[in-house]
């Protein structure tokens, strides 16, 4: 999903699903009704955040010894703040000025406080300080590692890594642990060093997320479809360049990740103006992120064109890998000028009507939300937009917005009725949209037409699988009928293009869901992104060994539940870019290490690989994790890369990496694991940092 309070797509509940996995350590959870980001705390250096004028709850878990806040104590800027132990505390707080905060921990008292930064602050650099993690320590010695029950006596091992080989001698192998490799070392059988799986097992599934815009410009002649513009600035919120030609152009880059599947951001023809962006408009919001449809049946003209799409369906399929499409049932994108003007939906005010509104920039004095001085939000023609039986909104003629999961929308977004049971006719606007598949039909709910909209992607190019948007927030019988419909299609598709019989894979997003199976996953859901994972990185980057609980807890549920399947991931369009947490190659590198060895399927962001840094993004953090992708890359990003490509072919070598039963393995010296899966097997082993 995206946090669309501030940045594009859906934003969810940010309370926090029961899980069993629990970050280590102090730590506190920032939360809106509509988003929610996790910090570790330190008693040495204070946490320093970019919050906006809005109402928060701060979350703090994780303190041990005897403390107790008091039930009830006023909450002030600049005063200390007791806090529980053993419990979580927590702390409502509204903040009337946007800006960065300080929040200081002291372990000793066991209190917080928080205290408004000033202004200058927001030109330094706040690079988190790395969390305390008690670790094996790194030496060059030779490690003699126990491999017994895993690999018999005069098997060959081969090292990934570093290709070094032994052959096992009374149960154990002797080898060189490298520090370039942060440590790790990967065990495998030597003959079976350069064996791909013939078929995909999901649960060990490497997803590349592309962010269609900011990947790679393809096609420059159409840059600024439907009159889309640059902003001259800092271009925040327009649209790149990047476009399906662009991804199809870096397929092989892409392939040597040992990718499995790439996962496009939603490629739909999206509303074709802007809106303010930020709390302060102070720049033209437009939709290149994908999460604001306009037409869900045909392809934004940014993006490309139908040709491309199969094109990029095709060479993916060569490479053996599947393609995801991002879809989104929840609501449609905004109502903006470009879109009202185009549609001939009459509720410009005159001087609206009197200008190309695709031109239009605030004056002095003015900002990007005085766009909707040119907008009449009490005219009864905005019956002509989606109409009340389509949506729910706060425009007249409209239900309003409800309160509860279903019937809330989200950051003002329409909420598409998908509970309605009434027949429905799509607006005359959509029917005359230039080259729309959309059509008419009789008996059709609100639901009937987005399913089929969703699903006519996989019967005309043969999308293997659905990243689902906002679950929780569409009823689970809408969910299974996509499901249903996706596996029929693909299913005449692949017969009717003579490819294999594999099923249709559809992953689901529920905000701050952990790796755990729950009831989501009885509505037609494969797999849930887990939100839990990247709060463990931060530990398990400083010291391998620390994942240890995490991936023994993650490998007990998916061994529990077959047919289930956690994604886990270090960065996201949702939250941050994990580089742009710490600023170190190293941290980078053994993130990797311990997110690609993690058992069940992950999720690489778009430049992970690299360390893509954070872009500009004013007064809304979420744009700076969308920045353009480098393409040229320097010594230490070369390095990092090669790292990362080596150890993504070794887990799609290994099904057993993702799938397999785990099993800790007793050694003299360091940490090791083996991952076991049919005739497939892998150890592990890490010599400390």
């Known amino acids: 999903m995206m946090n669309k309070s501030l940045t594009c797509c859906a934003l969810l509940s940010a309370m926090a699903l029961h899980s069993p996995f629990i970050y280590a350590g102090p730590n506190i959870s920032i939360t809106t009704s509509t988003t929610a980001r996790d910090f570790p705390l330190s008693g040495e250096t204070p946490l320093i955040v970019s919050l906006n004028k809005n109402k928060y709850l701060f979350k703090v878990n994780g303190l041990e010894g005897d403390c107790r806040a008091p039930d009830s104590q006023k909450i002030r800027f600049n005063t200390p703040l007791a806090l529980n132990c053993q419990t979580q505390t927590e702390l409502p707080l509204t903040i009337r000025f946007s800006g960065d905060y300080a929040i200081s921990y002291d372990e000793q008292l066991h209190t917080l406080s928080i205290?408004?930064?000033?202004?200058?602050?927001?030109?330094?650099?706040?690079?988190?300080?790395?969390?305390?993690?008690?670790?094996?320590?790194?030496?060059?010695?030779?490690?003699?590692?126990?491999?017994?029950?895993?690999?018999?006596?005069?098997?060959v091992i081969q090292e990934a890594l570093t290709g070094q080989t032994a052959t096992v001698s009374d149960g154990k192998v002797t080898l060189n642990p490298s520090r370039a490799s942060g440590g790790i070392m990967l065990l495998e059988q030597a003959q079976r060093a350069h064996n791909k799986p013939s078929q995909l097992d999901w649960r060990n599934a490497n997803i590349y997320f592309v962010m269609v815009d900011r990947f790679n410009n393809g096609e420059p002649s159409n840059d600024n479809s439907y009159g889309r513009r640059q902003d001259g600035q800092q271009e925040i919120g327009t649209f790149h360049g990047g476009d399906l030609r662009g991804v199809i152009d870096k397929l092989d880059y892409i392939q040597s990740l040992g990718t499995d599947a790439i996962w496009l951001s939603?490629?739909?023809?999206?509303?074709?103006?802007?809106?303010?962006?930020?709390?302060?408009?102070?720049?033209?919001?437009?939709?290149?992120?994908?999460?604001?449809?306009?037409d869900f049946t045909k392809i934004d003209q940014n993006f490309g064109v139908d040709e491309d799409l199969k094109t990029l369906v095709a060479e993916a399929h060569k490479r053996g890998m599947k393609v995801m499409l991002d879809a989104v049932i929840n609501h449609p994108g905004y109502a903006t000028l470009a879109d009202l003007q185009f549609d001939h939906i009459d509720v410009l005010t005159e001087q609206g009507k009197a200008q190309d509104v695709t031109q239009w920039q605030p004056k002095a004095g003015n900002n990007w939300h005085s766009s909707h001085e040119l907008i009449d939000y009490k005219s009864p023609n905005w019956s002509q937009w989606w109409g009340a039986d389509w949506v729910r909104s706060g425009l007249p003629g409209y239900d309003k917005p409800g309160t509860g999961d279903k019937t809330l929308t989200l950051a003002g977004l329409p909420d598409f009725k998908t509970e309605s049971d009434k027949f429905v006719t799509p607006p005359q606007w959509l029917l005359d949209n230039p080259g729309t598949h959309v059509v008419a039909k009789e008996h059709y709910t609100v639901a009937d037409y987005l399913v089929e909209w969703q699903t006519d992607w996989v019967k005309r190019f043969g999308i293997d699988a659905f990243r689902v948007d906002t679950v929780k927030h569409v009823e689970g019988e809408v969910w299974?009928?996509?499901?249903?419909?996706?596996?029929?299609?693909?299913?005449?598709?692949?017969?009717?293009?003579?490819?294999?019989?594999?099923?249709?894979?559809?992953?689901?997003?529920?905000?701050?869901?952990?790796?755990?199976?729950?009831?989501?996953?009885?509505?037609?859901?494969?797999?849930?992104?887990?939100?839990?994972?990247?709060?463990?990185?931060?530990?398990?980057?400083?010291?391998?060994?620390?994942?240890?609980?995490?991936?023994?807890?993650?490998?007990?549920?998916?061994?529990?539940?077959?047919?289930?399947?956690?994604?886990?991931?270090?960065?996201?369009?949702?939250?941050?870019?994990?580089?742009?947490?710490?600023?170190?190659?190293?941290?980078?590198?053994?993130?990797?290490?311990?997110?690609?060895?993690?058992?069940?399927?992950?999720?690489?962001?778009?430049?992970?690989?690299?360390?893509?840094?954070?872009?500009?993004?004013?007064?809304?953090?979420?744009?700076?994790?969308?920045?353009?992708?480098?393409?040229?890359?320097?010594?230490?990003?070369?390095?990092?890369?090669?790292?990362?490509?080596?150890?993504?072919?070794?887990?799609?070598?290994?099904p057993a990496i993702g799938g397999g039963v785990h099993t800790d393995l007793k050694q003299a010296r360091g940490y090791a694991f083996s991952r076991t899966l049919e005739n497939d097997a892998v150890i592990v082993y890490y010599s400390g940092n």
């Open 480 to 654: 299974l009928d996509l499901k249903a419909q996706a596996s029929a299609k693909l299913a005449q598709w692949q017969k009717a293009n003579q490819q294999p019989q594999q099923p249709f894979w559809m992953m689901g997003e529920v905000w701050a869901h952990s790796a755990y199976r729950s009831p989501y996953a009885d509505e037609g859901f494969d797999a849930l992104i887990n939100f839990d994972m990247q709060k463990q990185l931060d530990r398990g980057a400083v010291c391998f060994s620390d994942m240890r609980k995490t991936y023994a807890n993650y490998s007990a549920e998916i061994q529990q539940n077959p047919g289930y399947t956690p994604v886990s991931y270090m960065s996201s369009h949702d939250t941050e870019l994990f580089f742009a947490r710490f600023k170190s190659f190293e941290m980078q590198r053994n993130a990797a290490n311990a997110l690609l060895l993690s058992p069940g399927a992950i999720q690489i962001y778009y430049g992970d690989e690299i360390a893509r840094d954070i872009g500009p993004y004013a007064d809304d953090f979420h744009q700076g994790t969308r920045s353009d992708m480098l393409w040229t890359l320097d010594a230490q990003r070369q390095a990092l890369l090669h790292h990362w490509q080596t150890l993504g072919q070794f887990r799609q070598r290994h």
């Open 115 to 155: 205290k408004r930064q000033p202004t200058a602050s927001k030109k330094s650099q706040f690079v988190r300080p790395l969390p305390k993690v008690g670790c094996e320590t790194y030496t060059d010695m030779p490690a003699e590692i126990n491999v017994a029950g895993t690999f018999a006596d005069g098997t």
């Open 266 to 294: 939603p490629i739909v023809e999206q509303v074709h103006g802007f809106v303010g962006g930020g709390d302060k408009g102070t720049f033209p919001f437009y939709a290149y992120h994908g999460y604001w449809s306009r």
